[in-house]
């Protein structure tokens, strides 16, 4: 007999309450959720493909360990013992950085990776930390960092009720929305235009998003940083700066006034491809809106001046007094953010407190950048060890960072490597013990991320819709005892961690004399904790003492995991508001316009106003089918438009002799790779595009349907030397590339 269960979609970052249809264990159909108090009913194709993702064959059932040079299924027991005997000598011997941690992005979609990998990270205290971040989004980390103290204070366009909004390097119809959790983006920009507001797009694309728009500004790829300065430019000369309400908390606009003289529009013209009248009539449209919000995102990030660009957005956010203002972009407050402190001087933001072994780059967040690890692998130096042992969570760095044929070899020369993968893929398959997660219907689900992103304050929580399968475990406990392995406490009760980040957290929240249980004993508050398990009791501690908690009992209206459960499809927050100058962290306590590292990076980006390349660049696509690496094995979610293709303008085609299907050779610095052209005018002239996330012909997966459908990988044409200087984000868009047909 079928049933439903709610559950929360994990498979992008809009975050769609879903209704699953159950069979027994298994799902057969999923629908939007339509009493869901954010997404209210929308589905996408992946969202409704749930069932297929959560039953793919090909999953991992039990954990595979490495046996005479073969991954074979193995105990529970017997996988966690041989983690704990291939890192422990190499910590040891080597010390903590030796082992390298990679977190893929999917560790953002779960409640095991929000939990867990942070406790991880601690208690082996290895530096070597590689992540996703660093090839996706890490400049606007960096930005946030620098601008407001805090590199996870990100402000979010108010999609529900901006005037204007201006899109750069982001393709929403397709992606979905990132880095600004938007359910139903593309029915909230046709209401943006139902209600007489204005979409501009930036993109060297005419994307679905574009062609939404009233005004599309093709850019040259990689110029985005010198368009928005000749924005804020023309903002200082034509006297539109306005900073309104958000003047008393701002310092450095003189400075940036005099830093930005020579970025005119005119001055840009040649390098953005955008006429200097169109520059101008962008930065007026954006001073005349009674409100309107600049979003960037990943075509923008993943560039030479990554950074520069993403803080270049928030400065025109800010000069245009749209920052932290309804209708602008705004700070949302998630239901686990910690306790608000009082406003005033924070810490600060630091970069580079240690560097990279071999080239020197230096740490942001504490990360390294994801094109570093093979080196930090395969290169002896004098400054430290090389990363021996790996430890990789939902991680498939071999086909999402750049040149994945050297982190191959890399990978194999590893003493020990532990992934957590659902699947045998291209980086899991060097693993000596892959530890599989249940699929998403056997785990619960809760947005710790992406909460802190959304356009509207709301908290949901679902339980697992199935029951964890025979023999499976749940990836709690996966990382728990991961964990335990890996620290030298192998054999230890799982429930230790959590009960550890429990006794640490309240002894911290009692002490703190803003938070709502100062003074308390711990003890007492621990044993108050409600929930199945470890994982639940430390989502109630969170929302008891976050900003609308029940503060354990001071504020009995407030939320807690028992509230949460009896409103299954989620509790509303009410709309962004102003949080100036609380969510500050800089050492002024103002939001500080020109750090020193920007100032500092100014003069790089000065130099490119003059240079243009000559020949072909590359950029990077979405497909709506699609998220990264995730989910080409799914049959119902490969095809259509889904197809790794390199599209081609008309122009470009007929020049070099490519034809519209046919084969053909594309060269970078780090490498080549074939694709069949597509022949389309949706790319400007001289750019052609690639998506990311393809290339599954390699040996030893078991990915059986991706394997059919190979495609190409994209950043084989990268050899991991081209980075963001600030951030250390790989730049994979407005890269050189030389196309030669296939004959
Ligand atoms: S938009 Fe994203 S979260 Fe919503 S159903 Fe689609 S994949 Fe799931």
């Known amino acids: 007999m079928s049933r439903t269960a709610l559950r929360i979609c994990p498979l992008c970052e809009a975050t769609c309450g879903l209704t699953l249809t159950v069979d027994g264990t298994r799902v057969t159909a999923a629908r939007g959720d339509r009493d869901d108090v954010f997404s209210r009913g929308f589905i996408c194709p992946k969202g409704a493909s749930f069932g297929a993702v959560d039953s793919d064959p090909d999953r991992l059932r039990a954990p595979l360990v490495r046996r005479d040079g073969e991954l074979?299924?193995?105990?529970?027991?017997?996988?966690?013992?041989?983690?704990?005997?291939?890192?422990?000598?190499?910590?040891?011997?080597?010390?903590?950085?030796?082992?390298?941690v990679v977190l893929g992005n999917p560790n953002v979609h779960t409640v095991a990776g929000a939990l867990y990998p942070p406790v991880l990270l601690g208690a082996l205290g290895t530096r070597s930390l590689f992540t996703a971040s660093t090839v996706d989004q890490m400049p606007k980390h960096v930005s946030s960092g620098l601008l407001y103290g805090d590199a996870n204070a990100i402000p979010v366009p108010d999609l529900d009720r901006t005037d204007h909004l201006l899109l750069i390097g982001a393709n929403p119809l397709e992606s979905n929305g990132s880095l600004c959790t938007a359910p139903d983006f593309?029915?909230?920009?046709?209401?943006?235009?139902?209600?007489?507001?204005?979409?501009?797009?930036?993109?060297?694309?005419?994307?679905?998003?574009?062609?939404?728009?009233?005004?599309?500004?093709?850019?040259?790829?990689?110029?985005?940083?010198?368009?928005?300065?000749?924005?804020?430019?023309?903002?200082?000369?034509?006297?539109?700066a306005d900073l309104g309400a958000l003047a008393p908390h701002v310092e450095g606009v003189e400075e940036l006034a005099a830093a930005l003289g020579d970025f005119t529009p005119e001055a840009v013209a040649g390098s953005c491809d955008v006429d200097a009248a169109t520059t101008r009539a962008?930065?007026?449209?954006?001073?005349?809106?009674?409100?309107?919000?600049?979003?960037?995102?990943?075509?923008?990030?993943?560039?030479?001046?990554?950074?520069?660009?993403?803080?270049?957005?928030?400065?025109?956010?800010?000069?245009?007094?749209?920052?932290?203002?309804?209708?602008?972009?705004?700070f949302p407050q998630a239901a686990t953010d910690k306790t608000p402190r009082p406003a005033g001087p924070g810490r600060g933001f630091a970069l580079g407190r240690w560097r990279s072994r071999v080239s020197g780059h230096p740490e942001a967040k504490g990360e390294l950048p994801l094109s570093?690890?093979?080196?930090?692998?395969?290169?002896?130096?004098?400054?430290?060890?090389?990363?021996?042992?790996?430890?990789?969570?939902?991680?498939?760095?071999?086909?999402?960072?750049?040149?994945?044929?050297?982190?191959?070899?890399?990978?194999?020369?590893?003493?020990?490597?532990?992934?957590?993968?659902?699947?045998?893929?291209e980086t899991s398959r060097h693993a000596h013990v892959v530890l599989p997660p249940p699929p998403p219907a056997q785990s619960p689900h809760h947005d710790f991320a992406f909460n802190t992103l959304a356009v509207r304050n709301q908290v949901r929580y679902t339980r697992p819709a199935v029951p964890l399968e025979p023999g499976r475990m749940a990836e709690t406990e996966i990382l728990a005892r991961l964990i335990l392995a890996a620290t030298g406490m192998h054999g230890a009760d799982p429930?230790?961690?959590?009960?550890?980040?429990?006794?640490?957290?309240?002894?911290?929240?009692?002490?703190?004399?803003?938070?709502?249980?100062?003074?308390?004993?711990?003890?007492?508050?621990?044993?108050?904790?409600?929930?199945?398990?470890?994982?639940?009791?430390?989502?109630?501690?969170?929302?008891?003492?976050?900003?609308?908690?029940?503060?354990?009992?001071?504020?009995?209206?407030?939320?807690?995991?028992?509230?949460?459960?009896?409103?299954?499809?989620?509790?509303?927050?009410?709309?962004?508001?102003?949080?100036l100058p609380q969510p500050l962290k800089t050492r002024s306590g103002k939001v500080e316009l020109l750090p020193e590292p920007i100032a500092g990076d100014l003069p790089r980006l000065r130099s490119a106003m003059d240079r243009r390349p000559a020949g072909l660049v590359l950029v990077g696509r979405r497909h709506l089918r699609s998220n990264n690496s995730w989910m080409h094995n799914i049959p119902a979610l490969t095809g259509g438009s889904n197809r790794c293709t390199l599209h081609i303008h008309p122009e470009d085609a007929e020049r070099l002799g490519v034809r519209d299907g046919a084969a053909v050779r594309v060269k970078g610095a780090g490498g080549e790779a074939t694709a069949p052209a597509e022949v389309t005018d949706t790319v400007r002239p001289g750019v052609v595009s690639l998506p990311h996330g393809w290339g599954h012909d390699r040996p030893g997966t078991r990915l059986t349907h991706a394997a059919t459908v190979p495609g190409t990988n994209v950043n084989q044409l990268l050899d991991g030397s081209l980075l963001d200087p600030l951030s250390g984000n790989a730049v994979l868009n407005g890269v050189p590339v030389v196309l030669t047909p296939v004959t």
Not at 289 to 310: D, N
Not at 372 to 400: K, M, Q, W, Y
Not at 504 to 510: C, D, I
Request: glycine letters at 10%; one cysteine or more.
């Open 372 to 425: 570093a690890l093979a080196e930090e692998i395969d290169t002896a130096t004098d400054a430290g060890e090389p990363v021996r042992a790996l430890v990789a969570v939902a991680a498939n760095p071999v086909l999402s960072a750049p040149d994945g044929d050297r982190l191959d070899k890399a990978l194999d020369s590893l003493d020990f490597m532990v992934s957590v993968d659902p699947y045998l893929n």
């Open 282 to 330: 962008l930065a007026r449209e954006l001073a005349a809106a009674p409100t309107a919000a600049v979003y960037g995102r990943i075509g923008s990030c993943t560039v030479p001046h990554g950074t520069l660009a993403s803080w270049l957005v928030d400065v025109l956010n800010i000069l245009t007094g749209n920052l932290d203002r309804p209708g602008g972009a705004l």
């Open 495 to 579: 429930a230790a961690v959590d009960a550890m980040v429990v006794e640490q957290t309240l002894g911290k929240a009692v002490r703190d004399p803003h938070s709502p249980v100062h003074g308390r004993d711990p003890r007492d508050l621990a044993a108050r904790l409600t929930g199945e398990n470890g994982p639940e009791r430390r989502l109630d501690m969170m929302l008891r003492l976050g900003p609308y908690g029940d503060g354990f009992g001071a504020r009995p209206e407030g939320l807690s995991l028992q509230r949460l459960l009896d409103h299954p499809h989620g509790i509303d927050l009410g709309p962004l508001r102003p949080r």
């Open 186 to 240: 593309p029915g909230r920009l046709k209401a943006l235009k139902a209600r007489g507001g204005t979409l501009t797009v930036i993109d060297p694309r005419r994307t679905r998003t574009a062609r939404l728009a009233d005004r599309h500004v093709a850019v040259r790829p990689g110029a985005d940083a010198l368009l928005l300065a000749a924005m804020a430019h023309v903002l200082f000369e034509e006297d539109l």
């Open 72 to 100: 074979r299924e193995a105990t529970w027991e017997e996988a966690f013992d041989a983690v704990a005997a291939g890192i422990r000598p190499v910590v040891e011997r080597h010390g903590p950085h030796a082992v390298g």
